[in-house]
């Protein structure tokens, strides 16, 4: 029973280029969240999405990151255009249900931009 | 700004005394906590949660209590033990509208157990 997988663990961009960060929610799950923390801080919600739809993307910077969630397949964070600033660990989480208490993380992507 | 927010960075433990790790909240609806402890390299794992209108849960060698009155909880952990070392959050989950709920996290605590 795999839980929620994330891939690729280390991601290292050069400043300008994109990053694609994949989620796969755990079995049954059709609710995803990503999150970013930066070194020495809390999680940050950025985006709330099912199949297809993004629900709350209040969290989300305006410009250069989206994320989806397709009909089949992972759900993607993409960054584009990277910037120093954009380091960080990005965290994704499943739920069965909606916005339910009980989201499972992944291990989260660690981004480098050099 | 963050619903909540933690008293100390850094706690260091003897193995076998217990742990306290506090925290304050500021948003008077939340109703619903909840202790993450997460371990270098990790994803947050859940560790126990608890809603308003209870003032002490337990679990296995945790139990986390809510006073409504100052908005403070805690969570303490007995009988430390080494693989109890991780950084700890406190969340709330908050309604942000439009059928969507969000987690606040605090900064976290770091909890060291000494052998």
């Known amino acids: 029973n795999a839980g929620v997988m994330q891939n690729p663990r280390h991601l290292v961009r050069r400043r300008g280029q994109e990053a694609r960060l994949r989620c796969s929610p755990m079995?049954?799950?059709?609710?995803v969240y990503w999150y970013r923390q930066l070194p020495e801080e809390g999680l940050k919600f950025m985006v709330y999405?099912?199949?297809?739809?993004?629900?709350?993307e209040s969290g989300m910077p305006k410009e250069r990151f989206s994320a989806e969630f397709p009909k089949e397949g992972p759900s993607i964070l993409r960054i584009q255009q990277v910037v120093r600033g954009d380091s960080a660990a990005y965290f994704c989480?499943?739920?069965?249900?909606?916005?339910?208490?009980?989201?499972?993380f992944g291990p989260g992507t660690r981004l480098t931009v050099l | 700004g963050e619903s909540v927010g933690l008293h100390l960075p850094t706690l260091s433990v003897q193995e076998g005394d217990n742990s306290i790790i506090n925290c304050a909240y500021s948003n008077s609806a939340s109703d619903y906590f909840i202790w993450y402890k997460q371990e270098s390299g990790k994803g947050p794992q859940f560790i126990i949660d608890i809603r308003s209108n209870m003032d002490k849960r337990q679990g296995q060698r945790v139990t986390v209590l809510l006073n409504k009155t100052v908005k403070h909880l805690s969570l303490q952990i007995a009988a430390t033990q080494p693989g109890d070392s991780a950084v700890y959050f406190c969340a709330d989950l908050l309604s942000s509208g439009a059928g969507s709920y969000q987690l606040t996290f605090g900064k976290g605590t770091k909890l060291s157990v000494i052998p």
């Open positions: 989480a499943s739920s069965p249900l909606r916005s339910t208490e009980q989201q499972f």
């Open positions: 999405l099912q199949k297809e739809n993004i629900i709350d």
């Open positions: 079995k049954g799950h059709s609710h």
